[in-house]
T-cell receptor, first 112, second 114 residues
Protein backbone atom coordinates (compact mmCIF):
# COMPACT_ATOMS: atom_id res chain seq x y z
CA UNK A 1 0.00 0.00 0.00
CA UNK A 2 0.90 3.66 -0.07
CA UNK A 3 3.41 4.89 2.47
CA UNK A 4 5.45 7.92 3.44
CA UNK A 5 8.87 7.82 5.07
CA UNK A 6 10.31 10.84 6.82
CA UNK A 7 13.68 11.39 8.39
CA UNK A 8 13.59 10.70 12.08
CA UNK A 9 13.93 13.58 14.48
CA UNK A 10 14.32 15.42 16.53
CA UNK A 11 16.13 18.00 14.45
CA UNK A 12 17.74 20.82 16.40
CA UNK A 13 18.97 23.92 14.58
CA UNK A 14 20.17 27.36 15.49
CA UNK A 15 18.17 30.34 14.34
CA UNK A 16 18.89 31.32 10.70
CA UNK A 17 20.21 27.86 9.84
CA UNK A 18 19.16 26.05 6.65
CA UNK A 19 16.52 23.35 7.08
CA UNK A 20 15.97 20.17 5.12
CA UNK A 21 13.52 17.48 6.19
CA UNK A 22 13.61 14.46 3.91
CA UNK A 23 10.44 12.74 2.73
CA UNK A 24 10.11 9.84 0.31
CA UNK A 25 6.95 8.04 -0.70
CA UNK A 26 5.67 4.82 -2.18
CA UNK A 27 2.53 4.96 -4.28
CA UNK A 28 1.05 3.01 -7.16
CA UNK A 29 -0.22 6.01 -9.08
CA UNK A 30 0.40 9.74 -9.20
CA UNK A 31 -0.35 11.10 -5.77
CA UNK A 32 -0.68 14.64 -4.54
CA UNK A 33 1.92 15.46 -1.88
CA UNK A 34 1.57 17.62 1.19
CA UNK A 35 3.46 19.03 4.14
CA UNK A 36 1.51 19.71 7.32
CA UNK A 37 2.81 21.39 10.48
CA UNK A 38 1.68 20.84 14.07
CA UNK A 39 2.55 23.49 16.65
CA UNK A 40 2.51 22.50 20.34
CA UNK A 41 -0.98 21.83 21.65
CA UNK A 42 -2.63 22.32 18.28
CA UNK A 43 -3.94 20.30 15.38
CA UNK A 44 -2.22 20.05 12.02
CA UNK A 45 -2.18 22.89 9.50
CA UNK A 46 -1.53 22.57 5.79
CA UNK A 47 1.84 24.15 5.02
CA UNK A 48 2.16 23.49 1.29
CA UNK A 49 1.25 21.01 -1.41
CA UNK A 50 2.14 19.86 -4.92
CA UNK A 51 -0.12 17.93 -7.24
CA UNK A 52 2.13 16.78 -10.08
CA UNK A 53 5.73 16.03 -10.92
CA UNK A 54 8.13 19.00 -10.82
CA UNK A 55 5.58 21.20 -9.06
CA UNK A 56 7.02 23.32 -6.28
CA UNK A 57 4.86 24.10 -3.29
CA UNK A 58 5.81 27.09 -1.16
CA UNK A 59 4.50 28.96 1.86
CA UNK A 60 5.98 31.07 4.71
CA UNK A 61 9.49 30.61 3.32
CA UNK A 62 9.18 26.82 3.13
CA UNK A 63 9.50 25.02 -0.19
CA UNK A 64 9.21 21.46 -1.45
CA UNK A 65 9.52 20.09 -4.99
CA UNK A 66 7.66 17.00 -6.21
CA UNK A 67 10.38 14.71 -7.62
CA UNK A 68 8.82 11.74 -9.34
CA UNK A 69 12.13 10.22 -10.41
CA UNK A 70 13.31 9.96 -6.80
CA UNK A 71 9.79 9.70 -5.26
CA UNK A 72 10.70 12.50 -2.91
CA UNK A 73 9.19 15.70 -1.53
CA UNK A 74 11.84 17.19 0.74
CA UNK A 75 10.95 20.26 2.81
CA UNK A 76 13.43 23.15 2.85
CA UNK A 77 13.72 26.60 4.38
CA UNK A 78 16.63 28.91 3.96
CA UNK A 79 16.62 30.53 7.38
CA UNK A 80 14.62 29.04 10.27
CA UNK A 81 13.21 30.99 13.18
CA UNK A 82 12.39 29.96 16.73
CA UNK A 83 8.72 30.20 15.79
CA UNK A 84 9.23 27.37 13.26
CA UNK A 85 9.67 24.90 16.13
CA UNK A 86 6.97 22.29 15.53
CA UNK A 87 6.36 18.79 14.20
CA UNK A 88 6.30 18.50 10.40
CA UNK A 89 4.35 15.78 8.60
CA UNK A 90 4.73 14.70 5.01
CA UNK A 91 1.60 13.16 3.48
CA UNK A 92 0.20 11.84 0.24
CA UNK A 93 -3.18 11.23 -1.30
CA UNK A 94 -3.46 8.87 -4.23
CA UNK A 95 -6.58 9.84 -6.09
CA UNK A 96 -10.20 10.70 -5.82
CA UNK A 97 -11.46 10.46 -2.28
CA UNK A 98 -8.71 8.33 -0.78
CA UNK A 99 -7.65 9.54 2.66
CA UNK A 100 -4.32 11.17 3.37
CA UNK A 101 -1.48 8.86 4.38
CA UNK A 102 0.93 10.57 6.77
CA UNK A 103 4.55 10.02 7.64
CA UNK A 104 5.42 9.70 11.32
CA UNK A 105 6.46 13.32 11.64
CA UNK A 106 9.74 15.10 12.30
CA UNK A 107 10.11 17.30 15.35
CA UNK A 108 12.07 20.50 14.72
CA UNK A 109 13.50 22.60 17.53
CA UNK A 110 15.05 25.95 16.69
CA UNK A 111 17.18 27.58 19.35
CA UNK A 112 18.04 31.27 19.54
CA UNK B 1 -14.78 31.97 10.39
CA UNK B 2 -14.68 29.45 13.22
CA UNK B 3 -12.29 26.54 12.88
CA UNK B 4 -12.84 22.89 13.60
CA UNK B 5 -13.98 22.42 17.18
CA UNK B 6 -13.42 19.21 19.10
CA UNK B 7 -14.89 18.44 22.50
CA UNK B 8 -13.90 17.57 25.09
CA UNK B 9 -10.26 18.59 25.00
CA UNK B 10 -9.18 16.01 27.59
CA UNK B 11 -10.77 12.77 28.73
CA UNK B 12 -9.77 10.13 31.26
CA UNK B 13 -11.54 6.80 31.15
CA UNK B 14 -11.12 3.36 32.65
CA UNK B 15 -10.53 0.15 30.72
CA UNK B 16 -13.78 -1.39 29.57
CA UNK B 17 -15.69 1.88 29.47
CA UNK B 18 -16.90 3.54 26.32
CA UNK B 19 -16.36 7.11 25.13
CA UNK B 20 -17.87 9.53 22.63
CA UNK B 21 -15.89 12.35 21.04
CA UNK B 22 -17.45 15.23 19.19
CA UNK B 23 -16.35 17.31 16.21
CA UNK B 24 -17.93 20.42 14.70
CA UNK B 25 -16.50 21.14 11.24
CA UNK B 26 -15.97 24.48 9.60
CA UNK B 27 -19.23 25.87 8.34
CA UNK B 28 -19.93 24.62 4.82
CA UNK B 29 -17.58 21.66 5.05
CA UNK B 30 -19.29 18.38 4.30
CA UNK B 31 -16.45 15.93 4.84
CA UNK B 32 -15.18 14.97 8.28
CA UNK B 33 -12.23 12.64 8.86
CA UNK B 34 -10.90 11.18 12.10
CA UNK B 35 -7.30 10.27 12.88
CA UNK B 36 -5.62 8.66 15.85
CA UNK B 37 -2.23 10.10 16.77
CA UNK B 38 0.21 8.20 18.98
CA UNK B 39 3.97 8.59 19.48
CA UNK B 40 4.68 5.10 18.18
CA UNK B 41 2.33 4.86 15.19
CA UNK B 42 2.02 8.51 14.22
CA UNK B 43 -1.21 9.52 12.49
CA UNK B 44 -3.51 6.68 11.55
CA UNK B 45 -6.70 7.15 9.60
CA UNK B 46 -9.87 5.98 11.31
CA UNK B 47 -12.72 6.93 8.99
CA UNK B 48 -14.22 9.66 6.83
CA UNK B 49 -17.82 10.76 6.59
CA UNK B 50 -19.37 12.73 3.78
CA UNK B 51 -23.01 13.79 3.75
CA UNK B 52 -23.82 11.46 6.65
CA UNK B 53 -22.32 8.40 4.92
CA UNK B 54 -19.09 6.66 5.80
CA UNK B 55 -16.98 6.97 2.66
CA UNK B 56 -13.64 5.55 3.84
CA UNK B 57 -12.56 3.36 6.72
CA UNK B 58 -9.13 2.61 8.13
CA UNK B 59 -7.85 -0.60 9.71
CA UNK B 60 -9.30 -0.30 13.17
CA UNK B 61 -11.42 -2.84 15.03
CA UNK B 62 -15.18 -2.56 15.16
CA UNK B 63 -14.96 -1.02 18.63
CA UNK B 64 -14.26 2.23 16.80
CA UNK B 65 -17.31 3.70 15.15
CA UNK B 66 -18.58 7.05 14.05
CA UNK B 67 -21.41 8.95 12.54
CA UNK B 68 -22.20 12.24 10.93
CA UNK B 69 -25.31 14.32 11.39
CA UNK B 70 -27.24 16.36 8.85
CA UNK B 71 -25.45 19.54 9.99
CA UNK B 72 -22.11 17.79 9.24
CA UNK B 73 -21.18 17.53 12.90
CA UNK B 74 -19.57 14.19 13.65
CA UNK B 75 -19.06 11.91 16.62
CA UNK B 76 -16.80 8.97 17.10
CA UNK B 77 -17.35 6.28 19.68
CA UNK B 78 -14.93 3.80 21.16
CA UNK B 79 -16.43 0.93 23.12
CA UNK B 80 -14.72 -1.45 25.57
CA UNK B 81 -11.72 0.82 25.95
CA UNK B 82 -8.24 -0.68 26.09
CA UNK B 83 -5.04 0.86 27.42
CA UNK B 84 -3.73 1.05 23.86
CA UNK B 85 -6.56 3.39 22.90
CA UNK B 86 -4.82 6.19 24.79
CA UNK B 87 -4.04 8.75 22.09
CA UNK B 88 -4.77 12.14 20.64
CA UNK B 89 -7.83 11.90 18.42
CA UNK B 90 -7.89 14.45 15.65
CA UNK B 91 -10.85 15.48 13.58
CA UNK B 92 -10.40 17.22 10.24
CA UNK B 93 -12.94 18.77 7.94
CA UNK B 94 -12.83 19.73 4.29
CA UNK B 95 -15.26 21.06 1.73
CA UNK B 96 -15.85 17.81 -0.11
CA UNK B 97 -12.94 15.56 0.86
CA UNK B 98 -10.42 14.07 -1.52
CA UNK B 99 -6.95 15.22 -2.36
CA UNK B 100 -7.99 18.51 -3.90
CA UNK B 101 -9.84 19.63 -0.79
CA UNK B 102 -7.38 20.56 1.98
CA UNK B 103 -7.95 19.20 5.47
CA UNK B 104 -8.51 21.59 8.37
CA UNK B 105 -7.73 19.99 11.71
CA UNK B 106 -9.11 20.61 15.17
CA UNK B 107 -6.87 20.71 18.22
CA UNK B 108 -7.79 17.18 19.17
CA UNK B 109 -9.18 15.27 22.12
CA UNK B 110 -6.55 13.73 24.37
CA UNK B 111 -7.91 10.39 25.62
CA UNK B 112 -6.18 8.62 28.50
CA UNK B 113 -7.30 5.10 29.40
CA UNK B 114 -6.27 3.83 32.83
Amino acid sequence: GDSVTQMEGPVTLSEEAFLTINCTYTATGYPSLFWYVQYPGEGLQLLLKATKADDKGSNKGFEATYRKETTSFHLEKGSVQVSDSAVYFCALSESGNTPLVFGKGTRLSVIA
Amino acid sequence: KAGVTQTPRYLIKTRGQQVTLSCSPISGHRSVSWYQQTPGQGLQFLFEYFSETQRNKGNFPGRFSGRQFSNSRSEMNVSTLELGDSALYLCASSLVGGRDSPLHFGNGTRLTVT
